[in-house]
């Protein structure tokens, strides 16, 4: 089963081998797609129009709904699109009617992306108190002493507090985890995951 960058590959260097008036009916195709959702009576008609397989149709329109949604994630500048792409073949002109299509897309898109982006609430503040019993009656075991935290995190503009207790063990397991986190995030393989997604 071949990969989607495989396919993404092969269904763009199909693109780059079209004329011009062709690339403007995929475009036209993805056009609806996005707008529509998949539709099999038009896609036939063009795999008859332009004597390529119904399948491979699909996959070019996917292809570039693909790419336009993940300009906008990665908010791809017109240049860096172009210079992804003019790897499958294409030349200026077709280069430039992509560009114009993924421009035009680009607002409605961006909305949509925005729409359904699920949104993390993020740090605030952070306050903390020691607590322990030092003697009772009633307590003929030691005591161990608690950690309160408040937490303030942020989501939306909207503030929400959440109170979390726990003993100085799980305090220093939770800080040794953070910190594990902190330099994996700074090693050398999630910089480079990091320049791949920029």
């Known amino acids: 089963m071949s990969s989607v960058k495989e396919v993404f590959k092969i269904s763009f260097q199909l693109l780059a081998q079209q004329t011009d008036n062709v690339i403007k009916d995929f475009l036209r195709l993805t056009k ?10 038009l896609y036939n008609k063009a795999a008859e129009k332009l004597q390529i397989d119904e399948d491979k149709i699909i996959s070019i329109v996917k292809s570039i709904c ?55 609430p993020h740090f605030k503040e952070l306050e903390w108190r020691f607590e322990t019993d030092m003697g009772s009656r009633s307590l003929l075991h030691q005591t161990v002493p608690v950690v309160t935290l408040k937490l303030d995190l942020e989501k939306k503009g909207i503030s929400e507090s959440l109170f979390l207790q726990t003993n100085p063990l799980n305090l220093v397991h939770i800080k040794d985890t953070l910190e594990a986190a902190l330099k994996q995030n700074q090693s050398q393989w999630i ?4 320049r791949k997604l920029k």
């Open 66 to 120: 693909l790419m336009c949604v993940q300009s906008c994630k990665h908010k791809l500048t017109d240049l860096e699109i172009k210079e992804s792409l003019t790897e499958y073949g294409f030349n200026e002109t077709k280069l430039g009617m992509i560009i114009l299509f993924f421009e035009n897309q680009k607002p409605h898109l961006l909305d949509i992306l925005s729409s359904s982006a699920l949104v993390f």
């Open 191 to 194: 910089r480079k995951i990091r």
């Open 32 to 41: 609806d797609f996005m707008d529509n959702g998949p539709n099999s009576s």
